[in-house]
């Protein structure tokens, strides 16, 4: 008998769904549903500027007063670079006790529309730079603060947001539940396609809301390689190249002398040729396929700012065949001093391995490598495709019916997410059928709105007051 084998006869026999559901259930006597309603600052709460100065600390030096100009410029764009300071004050507050993969950053716009390999549309989460196991309440709590910080910018009344998170956290409970009745295979195999979408739509928004994401679905549809190619490139000399638009997007031509250019030019290769042993066999051998171009620096997104993150140009067949790949820094999770270390060694790994157990489907060029900067430092990247059918929401153009609907979206996505890596049935059986949950998600998230104005305001005066630089420009699209 093989020690596999051995290890197998001798485990517990797993749990029944009645057992898993009791023992969600039972979590409420240690955390009651009610609970989550409370966010009150912890008495030795950390200073919000001083975690935001300790990882400018590791960034470029020249691209954090990006940064911190993108965020004073609203409490919803300080929020979108504050998952740092959440992650910190969410340790405090009572969770279940179970555990999933955590996005760890779900505010409202890191969900989007993204392509299949099999170019299908789907609606789906976007961004895991900083994915972990923990809480499954801590995304749900940041998912709902989202919502209102973007409601009061667009003057929502105090009842129009109450809906808007009660009817957000009720998709995602009730979600949940109908997950937790699922088989395994077909909970894996469950998503959200355009179609399905537009499907949606129709039944809650009105006709210019659904026409406004037909618009959205039709541009997504045009957000690809081809397009970055149009928009990213000049030619020069007879050849395409990434044409600079400084600070926002500076060619490594521009960035380096000769020497050290070509030094880092031969360690991009060397980049997206490893990442490729991180891909199944056949999308690798694609990969091989295309030959390196150009590399430019990008200022990507918000809380990103001033993370290495690089654009990278290949061609296949010919210069009408490109190909936009994204390499971005991985960091150490905001999430890891709170729920602990991840078990992938390299960061780009747990972020690949994070985003493939969330996602319905990731892009297929996805993968993860370390390299060593000009600098002598390693360092960790993960590799994805540029622009792959992207399409964002705006938030400012939402009306509080179509804001509604947009976060009932969400919740259901969150929770297919959550309930492919965490015990979904323990989880539905300690939301329950009572909506005691989503009241309490709607108050903690008005409290935590209040928070997020104090610490933006805090930085606002922090650059007014010189201790911060800032420089405002260009646009926090990722």
């Given at each position: 008998?093989?020690?596999?084998?051995?290890?197998?006869?001798?485990?517990?026999?797993?749990?029944?769904?009645?057992?898993?559901?009791?023992?969600?259930?039972?979590?409420?006597?240690?955390?009651?549903?009610?609970?989550?309603?409370?966010?009150?600052?912890?008495?030795?709460?950390?200073?919000?500027?001083?975690?935001?100065?300790?990882?400018?600390?590791?960034?470029?030096?020249?691209?954090?007063?990006?940064?911190?100009?993108?965020?004073?410029?609203?409490?919803?764009?300080?929020?979108?670079?504050?998952?740092?300071?959440?992650?910190?004050?969410?340790?405090?507050?009572?969770?279940?006790?179970?555990?999933?993969?955590?996005?760890?950053?779900?505010?409202?716009?890191?969900?989007?529309?993204?392509?299949?390999?099999?170019?299908?549309?789907?609606?789906?989460?976007?961004?895991?730079?900083?994915?972990?196991?923990?809480?499954?309440?801590?995304?749900?709590?940041?998912?709902?603060?989202?919502?209102?910080?973007?409601?009061?910018?667009?003057?929502?009344?105090?009842?129009?947001?109450?809906?808007?998170?009660?009817?957000?956290?009720?998709?995602?409970?009730?979600?949940?539940?109908?997950?937790?009745?699922?088989?395994?295979?077909?909970?894996?195999?469950?998503?959200?396609?355009?179609?399905?979408?537009?499907?949606?739509?129709?039944?809650?928004?009105?006709?210019?809301?659904?026409?406004?994401?037909?618009?959205?679905?039709?541009?997504?549809?045009?957000?690809?390689?081809?397009?970055?190619?149009?928009?990213?490139?000049?030619?020069?000399?007879?050849?395409?190249?990434?044409?600079?638009?400084?600070?926002?997007?500076?060619?490594?031509?521009?960035?380096?002398?000769?020497?050290?250019?070509?030094?880092?030019?031969?360690?991009?290769?060397?980049?997206?040729?490893?990442?490729?042993?991180?891909?199944?066999?056949?999308?690798?051998?694609?990969?091989?396929?295309?030959?390196?171009?150009?590399?430019?620096?990008?200022?990507?997104?918000?809380?990103?700012?001033?993370?290495?993150?690089?654009?990278?140009?290949?061609?296949?067949?010919?210069?009408?065949?490109?190909?936009?790949?994204?390499?971005?820094?991985?960091?150490?999770?905001?999430?890891?001093?709170?729920?602990?270390?991840?078990?992938?060694?390299?960061?780009?790994?747990?972020?690949?391995?994070?985003?493939?157990?969330?996602?319905?489907?990731?892009?297929?060029?996805?993968?993860?490598?370390?390299?060593?900067?000009?600098?002598?430092?390693?360092?960790?990247?993960?590799?994805?495709?540029?622009?792959?059918?992207?399409?964002?929401?705006?938030?400012?153009?939402?009306?509080?019916?179509?804001?509604?609907?947009?976060?009932?979206?969400?919740?259901?996505?969150?929770?297919?997410?959550?309930?492919?890596?965490?015990?979904?049935?323990a989880i539905a059986g300690y939301l329950g059928r009572s909506d005691a949950f989503d009241r309490a998600l709607a108050t903690f998230a008005e409290s935590y709105a209040d928070q997020n104005e104090r610490d933006h305001q805090a930085l606002v005066e922090a650059v007014r007051d010189g201790r911060l630089?800032?420089?405002?420009?260009?646009?926090?699209?990722?």
């Open positions: 008998m093989t020690e596999h084998s051995a290890a197998r006869k001798n485990a517990l026999p797993p749990e029944t769904p009645a057992e898993r559901a009791a023992r969600g259930k039972a979590a409420r006597r240690d955390a009651p549903r009610s609970s989550h309603a409370e966010f009150v600052p912890a008495a030795d709460r950390p200073d919000p500027l001083g975690i935001l100065e300790a990882q400018s600390a590791t960034r470029v030096t020249e691209l954090v007063p990006i940064r911190y100009g993108r965020m004073i410029e609203s409490p919803f764009r300080f929020y979108r670079g504050a998952a740092a300071i959440m992650a910190a004050d969410l340790a405090g507050t009572p969770n279940s006790g179970i555990r999933a993969q955590l996005c760890g950053d779900a505010h409202m716009l890191n969900f989007r529309l993204l392509a299949s390999p099999e170019r299908k549309l789907l609606f789906d989460i976007n961004d895991f730079d900083e994915t972990l196991p923990g809480p499954w309440e801590w995304d749900v709590k940041r998912l709902a603060a989202s919502l209102v910080i973007a409601g009061r910018a667009n003057d929502f009344a105090d009842a129009e947001r109450a809906d808007i998170v009660l009817a957000t956290v009720r998709s995602y409970r009730e979600s949940m539940m109908r997950f937790a009745g699922m088989r395994n295979l077909d909970l894996w195999y469950a998503s959200i396609d355009a179609d399905r979408l537009q499907s949606l739509a129709s039944e809650h928004l009105a006709k210019r809301g659904r026409k406004g994401l037909a618009r959205a679905v039709a541009k997504a549809r045009t957000r690809d390689s081809l397009q970055a190619f149009d928009s990213l490139t000049e030619t020069v000399d007879g050849h395409a190249r990434i044409a600079a638009d400084p600070p926002l997007l500076v060619p490594l031509a521009d960035l380096l002398p000769d020497v050290e250019r070509g030094v880092l030019e031969g360690e991009f290769r060397r980049l997206i040729e490893r990442s490729g042993r991180s891909l199944p066999s056949d999308r690798r051998s694609l990969l091989a396929d295309f030959r390196l171009v150009d590399v430019a620096r990008k200022v990507v997104g918000v809380g990103s700012v001033g993370t290495r993150c690089w654009i990278v140009l290949l061609l296949g067949r010919d210069d009408d065949d490109p190909l936009f790949l994204q390499a971005k820094e991985a960091d150490t999770s905001v999430l890891a001093p709170h729920v602990g270390a991840s078990d992938y060694d390299n960061q780009g790994e747990r972020v690949v391995s994070g985003q493939r157990l969330m996602q319905a489907a990731s892009d297929i060029f996805l993968g993860w490598e370390r390299v060593d900067g000009i600098d002598g430092r390693r360092r960790d990247f993960y590799v994805r495709q540029l622009r792959d059918w992207k399409g964002i929401a705006d938030p400012e153009l939402m009306v509080p019916t179509g804001m509604r609907a947009f976060g009932e979206l969400c919740g259901t996505t969150l929770a297919r997410a959550h309930a492919r890596s965490g015990d979904r049935i630089p800032a420089v405002q420009t260009g646009t926090t699209s990722s």
